[in-house]
């Protein structure tokens, strides 16, 4: 009978999922587990419901339950990040984390990876986007535009004009990314639009079950790059009317895959492919 090895020299597959409440539709688990069977590698992707009032308890045992990192979704992002040990800069400035790394002695690093995933999409499916060639129209200031503006003013955009329902918020987003943000009333949506070769849906409005997105989009610069980040459906009504009048456009989903290729790297390895297999796995 062989000695019983040693506790230290056991090695576990090791274990990652998504926090939120619900994440019953999440394509994360299915993205995950398509790489992981892609390259060869062990390890466990699953979804993890988690009520807020939960949240600090689950963090703290993770770690010890051989998980090594998490995706974190909604309604968590924003709570984790005083949740975590040590955040990057891009999470603190965007105020959410996506991505969160369970170190080997059990302190959680949080990062944001979302800002990353909008621009790798948008530099895949229209690779002579050129940021820093006009302005940029930003409709929305929720938390997934405080991502889309951070890696927008990063990549060179000299001008984002920025326009929201409830005008504080886009104030409050410009009192914090500086000058180089312009804020317009929702009623002069359409105006914002003109001259402008980046524009970006970041509502919900004009997703499966949503009210739609009624901006009129006269103005709108043929040619322009217009991406939304909604994905169901991939081609919104808004893309289509965009494509229309002639201008490239650029679905959400490539957000996604791409958001989620630094964190695989970190937990499992190995960098990911996003070509349209990943891309068909994540439809279903």
């Known amino acids: 009978m062989q000695d019983a090895v040693p506790a230290s020299q056991i090695r576990h597959a090791p274990l990652v999922g998504v926090i939120g409440m619900p994440v019953t539709q999440s394509r994360s688990p299915r993205l995950h587990g398509h790489w992981l069977a892609r390259y060869g590698l062990p390890g466990h992707y699953v979804p993890l419901p988690v009520m807020p009032e939960h949240l600090a308890e689950v963090l703290r045992i993770l770690p010890r339950a051989g998980f090594v990192g998490a995706n974190v979704t909604i309604p968590h992002k924003e709570a984790v990040l005083t949740l975590a040990d040590t955040v990057t800069d891009r999470a603190a400035l965007i105020g959410a984390a996506n991505t969160l790394i369970f170190r080997p002695d059990g302190k959680i690093h949080a990062d944001n990876t979302d800002g990353y995933g909008f621009i790798a999409n948008l530099r895949q499916h229209a690779p002579d986007w ?16 405080r991502a889309v503006v951070a890696s927008l003013l990063d990549s060179g955009v000299r001008e984002l004009r ?13 009192a914090e990314f500086g000058a180089r943000l312009v804020v317009y009333d929702w009623a002069q949506v359409g105006h914002m639009l003109e001259g402008a070769t980046t524009v970006v849906n970041a509502t919900s409005l004009g997703m499966e079950g949503k009210q739609p997105l009624r901006v009129p989009l006269d103005a709108l610069l043929p040619g322009a790059v217009v991406t939304d980040l909604v994905y169901t459906p991939l081609m919104t009504p808004f893309l289509a009317e965009a494509h229309a009048r002639g201008c490239q456009v650029v679905d959400g989903l490539g957000m996604l895959l791409h958001q989620a290729a630094p964190g695989f790297e970190r937990w499992f390895g190995q960098r990911p492919e996003v070509d349209d297999e990943a891309r068909r796995i994540a439809l279903g």
Do not use: M
């Open 130 to 145: 050129q940021p820093d060639r006009g302005p940029a129209a930003l409709i929305g200031a929720g938390g997934a535009a």
């Open 162 to 174: 920025i326009a929201n329902r409830t005008r504080l918020r886009a104030e409050q987003i410009r």
